[in-house]
């Protein structure tokens, strides 16, 4: 039996499937009676939700992936304040070029763990050049009180100008000055022995005498070297090559060193895990 018309205040009831090609016109469902197991999958599209459909409240928490955010869709303006915090910063995400140097940044509680440490220097000596004639080829040296534990080495040179003598290589050079007979501060000895240069500082302390390069020879302060048994050095401008330039009179008759402080010198500090 065909059916022609029902109205909305009837009911009947039907034997096999309504189909869309069984039905014409439209249908009224009472609310709230078609329920998400009438609804066929996928039956609702994008083209069936009114604008501003979808609010937030319809959004089961963590619903929203990153899949479903479109490219560049998260912009500054959805990110509160102080919501990105170093545990949401990828390895090396901050770069120089995204930090603006013309600004101050302060870093609260700013923790490095690790210590701080120098690396380690090469060893470099002064070579001391055994000499039986060294007091009349060369003159006694001197060191001079610049400023605090730092000095400076001078002599009455025979050339009558500035020289300077080379320890171990090129690029560490350490200036004897010129003083036209009347050389300053404390003449210099070499305890052979421990292989230092001594001194009455008059600092009561050892003093540094520094390089070019930052390197720093050292002179141990000592209230009476002669007496101690230490051996007078003499500085020869004219020798060669300069690293022959420091004398002293050998008590064993051979060559020796004299040792630059691994302590005091000049290297850039870093951090070490």
């Given at each position: 039996m065909a059916v022609t018309k029902v109205n909305q205040d009837q009911s009947m009831d039907v034997v096999g499937a309504l189909t869309a090609t069984t039905i014409t016109g439209d249908i009224h469902a009472s609310a709230g009676s078609i329920g998400t197991t009438e609804l066929a999958a996928d039956a609702v599209t994008a083209a069936k939700l009114a604008d501003?459909?979808?609010?937030?409240?319809?959004?089961?928490a963590l619903n929203v992936t990153t899949g479903t955010l479109a490219l560049d869709a998260v912009?500054?303006?959805?990110?509160?304040?102080?919501?990105?915090?170093?545990?949401?910063?990828?390895?090396?995400?901050?770069?120089?070029?995204a930090v603006d140097e013309t600004q101050n940044y302060v870093m609260a509680d700013l923790q490095l763990t690790g210590t701080l440490t120098r690396p380690a220097l090469a060893a470099v000596t002064l070579k001391m050049t055994d000499?039986?004639?060294?007091?009349?080829?060369?003159?006694?040296?001197?060191?001079?009180?610049?400023?605090?534990?730092?000095?400076?080495?001078?002599?009455?040179?025979?050339?009558?100008?500035?020289?300077?003598?080379?320890?171990?290589?090129?690029?560490?050079?350490?200036?004897v000055a010129d003083n036209a007979s009347t050389p300053a501060g404390s003449q210099v000895f070499f305890d052979e022995a421990n292989q230092v240069l001594t001194a009455n500082t008059k600092a009561d302390s050892t003093l540094y005498v520094t390089s070019a390069?930052?390197?720093?020879?050292?002179?141990?302060?000592?209230?009476?070297?002669?007496?101690?048994?230490?051996?007078?050095?003499?500085?020869?401008?004219?020798?060669?090559?300069?690293?022959?330039?420091?004398?002293?009179?050998?008590g064993l008759d051979t060559d020796s060193t004299a040792a630059c402080s691994t302590t005091r010198e000049a290297a850039a500090p870093r951090l070490v895990p």
């Amino acid at each position: 039996m065909a059916v022609t018309k029902v109205n909305q205040d009837q009911s009947m009831d039907v034997v096999g499937a309504l189909t869309a090609t069984t039905i014409t016109g439209d249908i009224h469902a009472s609310a709230g009676s078609i329920g998400t197991t009438e609804l066929a999958a996928d039956a609702v599209t994008a083209a069936k939700l009114a604008d501003d459909a979808v609010v937030t409240a319809n959004i089961t928490a963590l619903n929203v992936t990153t899949g479903t955010l479109a490219l560049d869709a998260v912009t500054g303006a959805q990110i509160a304040d102080d919501a990105v915090d170093t545990e949401h910063l990828a390895d090396d995400a901050v770069v120089p070029a995204a930090v603006d140097e013309t600004q101050n940044y302060v870093m609260a509680d700013l923790q490095l763990t690790g210590t701080l440490t120098r690396p380690a220097l090469a060893a470099v000596t002064l070579k001391m050049t055994d000499n039986d004639d060294a007091a009349t080829t060369g003159s006694a040296l001197y060191v001079e009180i610049e400023f605090g534990f730092y000095g400076s080495l001078n002599c009455d040179n025979s050339g009558s100008n500035e020289s300077s003598v080379v320890v171990l290589s090129d690029d560490v050079v350490l200036q004897v000055a010129d003083n036209a007979s009347t050389p300053a501060g404390s003449q210099v000895f070499f305890d052979e022995a421990n292989q230092v240069l001594t001194a009455n500082t008059k600092a009561d302390s050892t003093l540094y005498v520094t390089s070019a390069t930052g390197r720093m020879l050292q002179i141990q302060q000592n209230d009476d070297p002669g007496n101690a048994g230490h051996l007078a050095v003499y500085f020869d401008d004219d020798a060669t090559p300069p690293t022959d330039r420091m004398l002293f009179v050998s008590g064993l008759d051979t060559d020796s060193t004299a040792a630059c402080s691994t302590t005091r010198e000049a290297a850039a500090p870093r951090l070490v895990p």
